[in-house]
């Protein structure tokens, strides 16, 4: 029985030594698991790699980097595990829209495996399985949003990308760590309407501005219409405020001038020879009006006795005495009662 035992381990050794066996035999699969090493019971794991080995067909254990010890025939190294960030290349797919518009996106997914136990026997092909995964959840993203929103959001959209691939791959000992969009093209007549709408909100725009512009020039060009009448009107109010004040000026240097010369003639006629002296003054002003009656107007009046200087000096004197005379105190008195 030992015999066979051994003719039969030895059969297994030789199978070994000539096939050499992969976790996935595809060539991009490649990338996760290099070939699986033979057990020479001193083996050297290298630095970022799990190496999942079974006994007798079962689960044994991980095995860490560096030097480890395998019982040959009954160990084997089933699985190689890269524990390094993968980059798998999401190939284009198309997805509808919410507003029912076909698009054609791609992406590219950035995970590593944290659990190599998880991720040798938790899924048959990790690759295959998140390229599917990632996929199905952006044509599930992609329906919940509008075009307009998949080119304003990809920010939200890949986190979203994220979180729904986690979800899923937990069991699988696989973490994304995140998810770029590459790519998104839209049908010709889709591209075309946006370009144009995109060309009318630029005009819109352009008209806008030159409205607030031009609004902005008439505000400013009336308010400054506004500042030049006030203006105006304040420099003709102290124009007509200063022309008052010196007109009130004249008028009262006038008066004091009349005044002084009303006293002076009065305490001239009051001295001797006044009335003489009054007398003379009229007659010379008689003269001059006489003089220039004819000068100013084509039509003159003259009084009857125009040859008659003496009388006329006589009538002005008499006149004159009549009103420097004193009025009586009764009727002084009257008039203060009144």
């Known amino acids: 029985m030992l015999r066979t035992l051994c003719q039969a381990g030895g059969a297994v050794f030789k199978n070994s030594q000539r096939t050499v066996p992969r976790l996935w035999p595809t060539p991009v699969q490649q990338r996760w698991a290099s070939r699986l090493p033979m057990n020479t019971v001193v083996l050297f794991v290298p630095q970022q790699e799990a190496w999942v080995v079974q006994r007798m067909g079962r689960f044994h254990r991980i095995l860490e980097p560096g030097l480890n010890f395998l019982i040959p025939i009954l160990d084997q190294v089933r699985y190689v595990q890269s524990l390094k960030e993968i980059v798998i290349d999401i190939p284009e797919q198309s997805a509808v829209s919410q507003d029912n518009v076909t698009l054609q996106i791609d992406g590219v997914l950035f995970l590593r495996i944290l659990d190599p136990f998880k991720a040798s026997y938790g899924v048959e092909d990790p690759e295959y399985a998140v390229t599917q995964l990632a996929q199905t959840t952006m044509r599930s993203e992609l329906g919940k949003l509008t075009l307009d929103k998949v080119f304003r959001e990809r920010e939200s959209l890949n986190s979203n990308m994220v979180h729904s691939i986690n979800q899923a791959s937990d069991d699988w000992g696989i973490r994304c760590l995140r ?160």
């Open 179 to 338: 998810y770029e969009i590459k790519d998104i093209q839209v049908p010709p007549r889709v591209k075309d309407s946006m370009q144009m709408q995109v060309e009318a909100e630029r005009k819109k725009r352009a008209t806008v501005l030159e409205s607030e512009g031009t609004r902005e020039a008439d505000i400013n060009i009336a308010e400054g219409r506004k500042q030049s009448q006030i203006l105006a009107s304040e420099g003709e109010k102290a124009e007509q405020i200063n022309k008052a004040a010196g007109e009130a000026q004249a008028v009262l240097a006038k008066a004091e001038a009349k005044s002084k010369a009303i006293r002076l003639l009065s305490d001239a006629l009051a001295e001797q020879n006044g009335s003489a002296a009054a007398s003379l003054s009229v007659a010379e002003q008689y003269v001059s009006a006489f003089s220039n009656l004819a000068k100013e107007s084509n039509t003159v009046l003259l009084p009857s006795n125009t040859g008659d200087v003496s009388g006329m000096v006589t009538q002005a004197m008499s006149i004159y005495s009549r009103l420097a005379q004193p009025r009586p105190k009764v009727e002084s008195v009257k008039l203060e009662k009144e």
